[in-house]
């Protein structure tokens, strides 16, 4: 028998978690692939800045505000795909039948997936923003432990939608792929990452500031040019995190029963 | 070959139903397997053998019915029990880019499986397919794919093996080595093994328990020898076309709307 600790057992999410770390590290093309986005972005938006602070007194104050805007935005869509990706990858396997008559509750599963965007998202944003640093002398680091709070942050809420969206495809299959890849999209305009909230229309900024991103860009906003760290901001995102992060997990639980019911567990693949 | 009397039954299913709105996958059935055997859930496609055994491993929900395995009740607690049986169909796969060895691992952790190291190389041994092991599944033939896949269906030395067709896609000598080593590893841990399948002589072969399925519904029960001997026939593959086709004695029990079994009870 495992040990388990409130009926979660550490040693299974460590197996499910060796199965992707088998993957990753076997595959230097999905390495690649999470490095070669957001180093992308990182130089478009870093070249952006230097031809912008030239121009403008908002970003020569603080040079770093867009890029990192980017690598932070970066980070919260990384999270939510790779939570995404994990799970698909057990679709495109046809391993779910194999691991959800084993001893594996859908909870470690989950956990176990949200464990690996986590660690997808380190791999590929880590090497970007020491990237930043050595091409525009940039470190995202100088916002020092406000920064923890802000990807701590951007993290919960990925895993929220991540782990919800895991559940969609559950519930109907691989036709519902896309909104892994486009789910996080429909929010970057409402995210405040490039401008504040103030700059959208009053009917569409009480949307915004109930995402927990809104919080944390505004939050970065007020470190890079005011040099405050805003704990309200933070605060404020933490308390949406939870309630994200509870519907996202219940989501998941409600569309694994429903497959359950339904008979999807069995044969899903491509 | 005789059905020995069982002190315990390893599942015992009643009035087991599964409906898609109006179809009934599978239609109220009752059955117990007892302890130590091998039984087979034989019907045509869409019989619901599939679904049966969806329903036993807990990855089905059924709309009715109860269901007990190793003495614990599936639909409340089987998170209890699943560590002691085991499951390979040709449903699931394992992960292509994993090597086998690494596939063996991670169900190995699952199953929390002691010194999984040494039981890999001991299934590789008994399984023979030791040269396989730094190979990805994806590279292996059907025939290796099987092999891989029951080696992963006995990782935790299950007490309950339920298997979806075992033998299918492989060839003749394969699959007598497989019906072999299913024989001997019940034999050797006194183990229960529930399988589907559509090969007659697989069944005759391995089973002390038939359950004749057909729409959903478990049409007639026994031993191979006692199936062979009620429908006059030569064979179980006779019995299964008879039933399949609704002729011979299965048509005479269908015109009195009576399952053969009970007919002859």
Known sequence: ?270 | MSLEPHPAAAIAVTGLAKHYDAVAAVAGIDFTVPAGSVTALLGGNGAGKTTTLAMLLGLLKPSAGSIRVLGTDMLRDRHRVLARMNFSSPYVDLPHRLTVRQNLRVFAQLYAVPEMEKRIEQLARELDFAALLERPAGQLSAGQKTRVALAKALINTPELLLLDEPTASLDPDTADWVRGLLERYRQERNATILLASHNMSEVERLCQQVLMMKQGRIVDRGTPAELIARYGRRNLEEVFLDIARNQGKAAQAAEQQQPVEEKTA
């Open chain 1, 1 to 270: 028998m495992s040990t388990e600790i409130l009926g979660v057992s550490p040693g299974r999410i460590a197996a499910m978690v060796r199965r992707h770390w088998y993957l990753l590290s076997g595959s230097w093309t999905r390495v690649a692939e999470l490095i070669y986005w957001p180093t992308v972005q990182m130089i478009m938006w870093g070249f952006m800045t230097q031809f912008l602070a030239g121009k403008t007194s908002y970003v020569a104050q603080a040079f770093g505000v867009l890029l990192s805007g980017v690598m932070l935005w970066d980070s919260l869509f990384r999270v939510q795909l790779g939570v995404a990706i994990s799970f698909l990858e057990e679709m495109w396997s046809r391993n779910l039948g194999n691991l959800f008559v084993s001893p594996l509750r859908p909870t470690e599963f989950a956990a176990s997936v949200l464990l690996m965007g986590l660690i997808r998202t380190l791999v590929g944003v880590i090497p970007v923003t020491l990237m930043a640093w050595w091409f525009f002398g940039f470190s995202i680091y100088s916002m020092g432990l406000a920064l923890a709070g802000f990807f701590l942050s951007l993290t919960l809420f990925g895993w929220s939608l991540g782990i919800a969206v895991c559940g969609l495809i559950m519930r109907y299959g691989l036709g519902a792929e896309s909104v892994a890849w486009g789910s996080m999209f429909l929010l970057l305009p409402l995210s405040a990452v490039y401008y504040p909230v103030s700059v959208l229309p009053g009917w569409l900024q009480p949307i915004a500031w109930s995402l927990p991103p809104a919080y944390v860009f505004e939050g970065m906003r007020s470190v890079l040019i005011q040099h405050v760290v805003r704990y309200d901001l933070l605060a404020g995102a933490f308390a949406l995190n939870a309630v994200y992060l509870m519907i996202g997990s219940a989501a998941f639980m409600a569309w694994f029963e429903a497959a359950r019911r339904r008979g999807l567990l069995l044969g899903q693949g491509e």
